[in-house]
């Protein structure tokens, strides 16, 4: 078989889901354009703020994607290609793309408020509590790592520090003028065209003109523009600067679609499947944990209901923006996939290990973009840029979505000290950032990072949960939901399992500790989840 064929299967399976299922899911969650959206009700210029379905896709998209459809499907093609990409399809149409819009759906129905809120209103202030201390430490941790690696990719390749400074201001400026013209579709079309030249315009300019500066500068540097885009309102930097950066990835997407029918090649590597590999362990549960963004992954709960559904327009775009967003994203890691099995295994694996899947997947990808006519050297750099360009769209995402997990907490504590910090934006986002940096300071996340592989991945089985409450307590059928939930409890409190075990005979006890706690908040919140559904249900042992 060759790469275009695969490419041409998955788009056609992944549009007519779109079509077909992403239309029943939509119509169970019982999403109606009469009901007014949070982003009007609710408006406050800061985080409320109504726009357009193709901007608030360009932010959720930029905020979901970053590197995890990239990295995790090239490390998952250790177990083989064809579960890969099994996977990514059957994951990304039953299990990502239902979390997606489940969580963005209730988050409508509850006046844009995040999954801790909702967890609240159907499970209990306990389960609140839990959700929400995991949460804001996953997000954290994320903050600091990819404050860690951008700063690491701007020091050794000071051109993309440039490019991503002249993003940032040609996102104002196109925020400012945005704003400026309303809703005339016609200047909208024309500032967008003039903005995503530009942009591109910057790649180069961004290469020409290299800005250098070292390592601790670029993390201060990094996190006090994460603090400044969680403050600012909505419309004037993350919209803009968001909406045009996927269209960065959207050329990638085309550039590498068209590369591919060009070049035309082959897929190198066997169809054998590998059970288990040294160093990852066995398929199950691993597999279902590397590859988290490009099939599932409970970051995308908290973009949904964080962010995302307080700039949608009306209910409606959220099939286009949760269902279809989603499903955009499986299609990049089958690329991400693509860009791999054009090498033999052993090549692949010789290559993984010395070069790392980011560099795998720009090598890979910027040579069948180069058979368009452009130089492989700007193909690859294009490749690695835009891979950067998404990875400090997370960390100011992260930013904001840790002071709204903070705000909301203290939501419900009626001490002043408590109201305090649920109403100041500016305080909560000092606190963010004091903690980020701690993080960095004290180099542990080096350490703790592969064990939230499995923490992302019960963040995704907890909204479900969550969803599956919601649905069940408004006499909803839920299988739709309860089916990936079960499964991804089953995942996760499997690998938690596995982990535990493994670092406690390694003698790695802190970590041991942290995946047994990790373990008990998952059988926890499904226990005060049963204890909710008692209260309402007559017999509940039908809904789950």
């Given at each position: 078989?060759?790469?275009?064929?695969?490419?041409?299967?998955?788009?056609?399976?992944?549009?007519?889901?779109?079509?077909?299922?992403?239309?029943?899911?939509?119509?169970?969650?019982?999403?109606?354009?009469?009901?007014?959206?949070?982003?009007?009700?609710?408006?406050?210029?800061?985080?409320?703020?109504?726009?357009?379905?193709?901007?608030?896709?360009?932010?959720?998209?930029?905020?979901?994607?970053?590197?995890?459809?990239?990295?995790?499907?090239?490390?998952?093609?250790?177990?083989?290609?064809?579960?890969?990409?099994?996977?990514?399809?059957?994951?990304?149409?039953?299990?990502?793309?239902?979390?997606?819009?489940?969580?963005?759906?209730?988050?409508?129905?509850?006046?844009?408020?995040?999954?801790?809120?909702?967890?609240?209103?159907?499970?209990?202030?306990?389960?609140?509590?839990?959700?929400?201390?995991?949460?804001?430490?996953?997000?954290?941790?994320?903050?600091?790592?990819?404050?860690?690696?951008?700063?690491?990719?701007?020091?050794?390749?000071?051109?993309?520090?440039?490019?991503?400074?002249?993003?940032?201001?040609?996102?104002?400026?196109?925020?400012?003028?945005?704003?400026?013209?309303?809703?005339?579709?016609?200047?909208?079309?024309?500032?967008?065209?003039?903005?995503?030249?530009?942009?591109?315009?910057?790649?180069?300019?961004?290469?020409?003109?290299?800005?250098?500066?070292?390592?601790?500068?670029?993390?201060?540097?990094?996190?006090?523009?994460?603090?400044?885009?969680?403050?600012?309102?909505?419309?004037?930097?993350?919209?803009?600067?968001?909406?045009?950066?996927?269209?960065?990835?959207?050329?990638?997407?085309?550039?590498?679609?068209?590369?591919?029918?060009?070049?035309?090649?082959?897929?190198?590597?066997?169809?054998?499947?590998?059970?288990?590999?040294?160093?990852?362990?066995?398929?199950?549960?691993?597999?279902?944990?590397?590859?988290?963004?490009?099939?599932?992954?409970?970051?995308?709960?908290?973009?949904?209901?964080?962010?995302?559904?307080?700039?949608?327009?009306?209910?409606?775009d959220a099939k286009l923006v949760g269902f279809g967003g989603m499903l955009i994203e499986s299609f990049l890691a089958i690329i991400s996939v693509g860009a791999v099995v054009i090498l033999s295994r052993s090549e692949y694996i010789e290559r993984l290990s010395g070069e790392g899947p980011v560099a795998l997947f720009s090598t890979g990808l910027g040579g069948m973009i180069a058979t368009l006519g452009i130089s492989e050297e700007f193909a690859v750099g294009f490749v690695a840029l835009t891979v950067s360009a998404f990875a400090l769209t997370t960390l100011d995402t992260c930013t904001r979505l840790a002071r709204f997990t903070l705000q909301e907490y203290f939501e419900d504590v009626p001490q002043a000290a408590g109201q305090y910090l649920a109403k100041?934006?500016?305080?909560?986002?000092?606190?963010?950032?004091?903690?980020?940096?701690?993080?960095?300071?004290?180099?542990?996340?080096?350490?703790?990072?592969?064990?939230?592989?499995?923490?992302?991945?019960?963040?995704?089985?907890?909204?479900?949960?969550?969803?599956?409450?919601?649905?069940?307590?408004?006499?909803?059928?839920?299988?739709?939901?309860?089916?990936?939930?079960?499964?991804?409890?089953?995942?996760?409190?499997?690998?938690?399992?596995?982990?535990?075990?493994?670092?406690?005979?390694?003698?790695?006890?802190?970590?041991?500790?942290?995946?047994?706690?990790?373990?008990?908040?998952?059988?926890?919140?499904?226990?005060?989840?049963?204890?909710?559904?008692?209260?309402?249900?007559?017999?509940?042992?039908?809904?789950?």
């Amino acid at each position: 078989m060759n790469l275009a064929v695969l490419l041409l299967i998955s788009a056609v399976i992944l549009f007519l889901a779109y079509t077909i299922y992403g239309k029943f899911v939509y119509k169970k969650f019982g999403l109606n354009d009469k009901n007014p959206a949070p982003s009007h009700t609710h408006r406050d210029g800061i985080d409320y703020e109504p726009s357009k379905p193709i901007v608030v896709l360009g932010h959720h998209f930029a905020s979901i994607a970053g590197a995890g459809p990239i990295v995790g499907p090239i490390i998952a093609v250790t177990f083989g290609w064809i579960p890969a990409v099994i996977w990514i399809l059957v994951g990304g149409i039953f299990f990502g793309a239902v979390h997606d819009l489940g969580s963005m759906a209730t988050s409508l129905k509850t006046d844009g408020k995040s999954i801790g809120v909702i967890i609240r209103n159907q499970i209990g202030m306990k389960g609140k509590q839990l959700f929400v201390i995991f949460s804001f430490s996953t997000l954290i941790l994320v903050i600091g790592v990819f404050a860690d690696i951008i700063a690491k990719t701007f020091v050794t390749n000071p051109g993309v520090g440039s490019a991503s400074i002249l993003f940032i201001l040609l996102a104002i400026v196109f925020g400012i003028v945005n704003k400026l013209i309303g809703d005339k579709k016609a200047a909208f079309i024309f500032i967008t065209i003039i903005g995503v030249i530009l942009m591109y315009f910057f790649v180069y300019l961004g290469m020409k003109i290299p800005f250098v500066l070292d390592y601790n500068i670029w993390v201060l540097a990094l996190l006090a523009y994460a603090f400044i885009a969680s403050v600012t309102p909505v419309a004037t930097l993350l919209q803009p600067r968001d909406y045009l950066n996927s269209f960065l990835l959207y050329g990638l997407i085309i550039a590498a679609v068209l590369g591919v029918f060009i070049a035309n090649p082959e897929i190198q590597m066997s169809n054998e499947i590998h059970v288990s590999d040294e160093n990852l362990g066995y398929i199950f549960p691993v597999l279902f944990v590397t590859i988290a963004c490009g099939a599932i992954s409970g970051f995308h709960s908290l973009v949904a209901s964080g962010t995302t559904s307080k700039q949608l327009n009306k209910e409606s775009d959220a099939k286009l923006v949760g269902f279809g967003g989603m499903l955009i994203e499986s299609f990049l890691a089958i690329i991400s996939v693509g860009a791999v099995v054009i090498l033999s295994r052993s090549e692949y694996i010789e290559r993984l290990s010395g070069e790392g899947p980011v560099a795998l997947f720009s090598t890979g990808l910027g040579g069948m973009i180069a058979t368009l006519g452009i130089s492989e050297e700007f193909a690859v750099g294009f490749v690695a840029l835009t891979v950067s360009a998404f990875a400090l769209t997370t960390l100011d995402t992260c930013t904001r979505l840790a002071r709204f997990t903070l705000q909301e907490y203290f939501e419900d504590v009626p001490q002043a000290a408590g109201q305090y910090l649920a109403k100041n934006r500016y305080v909560s986002t000092g606190i963010v950032v004091v903690f980020s940096i701690l993080l960095l300071l004290s180099g542990e996340f080096t350490t703790l990072w592969p064990i939230f592989g499995s923490a992302n991945q019960l963040l995704a089985a907890l909204a479900l949960l969550t969803i599956a409450v919601w649905l069940i307590k408004k006499n909803i059928n839920a299988l739709f939901v309860t089916i990936p939930m079960f499964f991804m409890f089953t995942v996760t409190l499997s690998s938690l399992g596995l982990f535990a075990w493994k670092n406690f005979k390694d003698e790695v006890y802190v970590l041991a500790i942290i995946a047994a706690l990790l373990f008990i908040l998952a059988i926890a919140l499904m226990v005060l989840a049963t204890k909710s559904l008692k209260k309402e249900v007559k017999e509940p042992a039908k809904v789950l």
